[in-house]
């Protein structure tokens, strides 16, 4: 199964400050057909997880741009331009290209 | 307005049975395949099995395999798993969710404890 390391696991950041965390897989994530399934999700305190980004980079529909991704293979970044309090929980990295579908470890994010 | 609300979880005790539910509206139920993702107490999230829209294609987590059963009826706009032989460390809150991951159940929560 690939395995998804997120770095770091928690993060404090000061409000209006930018955020970025880093999911590394341990194969490439480019599919057969070229595409990269690497989605990135948000979860607040006892709520679901939201999914924030698909295919690496782009956005779904209401997600505000500050947050954006990139990457390529196998390393990606979600970066958060200006931290909201909003922004606090947990966010995931999931991997979809390659069975099992397998999601990262986590980062917490808090806001100070 | 997509929604997929689960249902069925509690209290059961090890090597008991518990069967979940999920409840689409929304949307083309038939036209998407679903999964089921679970996540301990705590912890991460795992995904735990897969079913293509007519149910040919099946897949679960090496975890659950041979315990876990997912089933769907399309007539009903519904989703199933079926948990048998269930551990202690099956205890999670386990989401109903869309084929892409786009859209995500409530979560419903099972503890497996004597």
């Known amino acids: 199964d690939i395995v998804m390391t997120q770095s770091p696991p928690s993060l404090s950041v000061t409000l209006g400050q930018p955020a970025s965390i880093s999911c590394r897989s341990s194969?490439?994530?480019?599919?057969?057909?070229?595409?990269?399934?690497l989605n990135w999700f948000h979860q607040r305190p006892g709520q679901s997880p939201r999914r924030l980004i698909r295919?690496?980079?782009k956005r779904d529909s209401g997600v505000p741009d500050r947050f954006s991704g990139s990457g390529s293979a196998i390393d990606f970044t979600l970066n958060i331009s200006r931290v909201e309090a909003g922004d606090v929980g947990v966010y995931y990295c999931?991997?979809?290209?390659?069975?099992?579908?397998?999601f990262g470890g986590g980062t917490k994010v808090q806001v100070k | 307005e997509v929604k997929v609300v689960d249902s069925g979880g509690g209290l059961v005790q090890p090597g008991g049975s518990l069967r979940l539910s999920c409840e689409a509206s929304?949307?083309?139920?038939?036209?998407?395949?679903m999964n089921w993702v679970r996540q301990a107490p705590g912890k991460g999230l795992e995904w735990v099995s897969y079913?293509?829209?007519?149910?040919?294609?099946?897949l679960y987590a090496d975890s659950v395999k041979g315990r876990f059963t997912i089933s769907r009826d399309n007539a009903k706009n519904s989703l199933y798993l079926q948990m048998s032989s269930l551990r202690a460390e099956d205890t999670a809150v386990y989401y109903c969710?869309?084929?892409?991951?786009?859209?995500w159940g409530q979560g419903t929560r099972v503890t497996v404890s004597s």
């Open positions: 969710v869309l084929e892409a991951f786009d859209y």
């Open positions: 929304g949307f083309t139920f038939s036209n998407y395949a």
């Open positions: 079913i293509s829209t007519t149910g040919s294609v099946i």
């Open positions: 194969q490439s994530l480019v599919g057969s057909d070229g595409d990269i399934f």
């Open positions: 295919k690496v980079s």
């Open positions: 999931m991997q979809g290209t390659h069975w099992p579908v397998t």
